[in-house]
């Protein structure tokens, strides 16, 4: 059986993670928030003092186990289990959000979440959403897409977003958090933020998410295997 693998890649705050689980809940497509999987790890190096730069990384990476638990009624709403431990909630902190990025681009730990996204997409058809998916993780993906935003635009999504979870949403903080994180993952040297030969460049800065996902499902419904 053939399933379909749709990538969504972009920057932070671009709105992608929300576009990708609006469109795998109306094609009732799982949702893997590949974001999530090195936000739960950069949790799990925090939660254990783990120096970035220690020789027994490799080691202790053999003691983390990440998976997603999915509603069997809504494939695109998910847990993430961090050993079994729902972490959901607490990767989306903002001491998170300061080393997701430094964690993603250790080579070591993308070759592990890869594989362990490239598993999900052998037995189901899904929507993923990250930076590399068009690129390395589903190369062959039936539709590929970049999304962007302007930079203002961005800051304030990612301000609304935070002060919807009650979490810090200073301005100066975001705009130099999302300047460096933009910056790490456009040049780290494994699995670089870049836009796929074949991917379409959705620029989303002025449209409504109900704009968004009309004009994205016109389009998988054009490409997507029946």
């Known amino acids: 059986m053939l399933y379909n693998q ?14 990708a689980r609006e469109l795998a809940k109306r094609l ?6 590949s974001g999530a999987m090195y936000r ?18 490799a080691d202790l990476l053999n003691s983390v186990n990440i998976r997603f638990q999915h509603d069997k009624e809504d494939p695109s709403s998910a847990l993430i289990l961090l050993n079994e ?10 001491e998170i959000n300061e080393i997701v990025s430094q ?26 959403d990250g930076r590399d998916i068009g690129t390395v993780v589903f190369p062959k993906a039936v539709v590929k ?12 999504r ?11 949403y200073d301005y100066d903080f ?33 449209l409504s998410r109900k704009e968004q996902l009309a004009m994205v499902l016109a389009l998988c419904n054009c490409r997507i295997i029946h």
Do not use: W
């Open 103 to 128: 964690v993603a681009a250790i080579p070591m730990i993308r070759r592990k979440l890869v594989k362990l996204q490239q598993a999900y997409g052998k037995t189901n058809n899904v929507v993923m």
């Open 6 to 19: 749709i990538s969504i890649d972009g920057y932070a705050a671009c709105g992608k993670s929300t576009l």
């Open 40 to 57: 739960a790890m950069s949790y799990y190096i925090i939660q254990n003092n783990i120096d970035l730069n220690d020789d027994r990384l």
């Open 85 to 94: 431990e729902d972490v959901t909630l607490q990767i989306r902190l903002n």
């Open 158 to 168: 990612r301000m609304e977003e935070n002060k919807s979870k009650e979490l810090p």
């Open 174 to 206: 975001i705009k130099t958090n999302l300047a460096e994180r933009d910056k790490i993952d456009s040049t780290r040297k494994d699995g670089p933020l870049k836009q796929a030969e074949d991917a379409i460049l959705f620029d989303n800065s002025h």
């Open 145 to 156: 897409l970049f999304v962007t935003a302007n930079q203002e635009i961005r800051i304030q």
């Open 28 to 33: 009732k497509y799982l949702y893997i928030d």
